[in-house]
């Protein structure tokens, strides 16, 4: 079943993105499916992709691009998988508006109530929490800061475990 959603790759200095992919090469092993990002709307299916990209385009077009700085390793995860992710400091509210603005109209049925949205890039993951939990204590222990912006919403479709980015848009037209 083919789902659309939405990210939104940052722009990072090139030591920060080298150490953003080669710290998901080693921890993650869905490093391979997506480069870092910011997932801003998860994936639906069953929606029109035409309304989806206008829709889109249109949230785009209205925002700002949006600069971040993560300082902070935060554990996250569900029964089956943990997480390490990397946490916004400043930028968490304009992230995060950004992704109510895209939970609007079309979406609007598609929101889950029942999670809070936490902006996040995911650089590690498995289903040994202990082990999460150590990764985002070693990475807190530094001094973890990482910078970069969000000029751009791309527009994805994951269908049998391949994601491949369909359209971006920039923040601001």
Do not use: W
Not at 62 to 73: G, H, L, S, T
Not at 116 to 142: F, Q, T, W
């Amino acid at each position: 079943m083919k789902k659309i959603l939405t990210l939104a790759y940052p722009r990072l200095s090139g030591p920060d993105a080298e150490f953003i992919e080669a710290f998901r090469q080693q921890h993650d092993g869905q490093h391979r499916l997506a480069k870092a990002h910011f997932t801003m709307a998860f994936g639906s299916a069953g929606i029109d992709e035409h309304a989806y990209l206008k829709h889109v385009e249109e949230t785009a077009r209205a925002a700002r691009p949006i600069a971040f700085a993560c300082r902070y390793a935060m554990l996250a995860g569900d029964a089956a998988q943990a997480y390490a992710y990397l946490v916004p400091d400043e930028g968490y509210s304009q992230l995060s508006r950004l992704h109510d603005a895209l939970y609007r109209q079309l979406l609007a049925p598609t929101l889950r109530l029942d999670l809070p949205y936490v902006p996040h890039i995911a650089v590690a993951s498995s289903s040994n929490r202990a082990l999460m939990k150590s990764l985002c204590d070693e990475l807190n222990r530094g001094d973890l800061e990482i910078r970069g912006s969000v000029e751009r919403l791309t527009v994805a479709a994951l269908e049998n475990s391949v994601l491949t980015d369909l359209v971006s848009y920039p923040l601001g037209g």
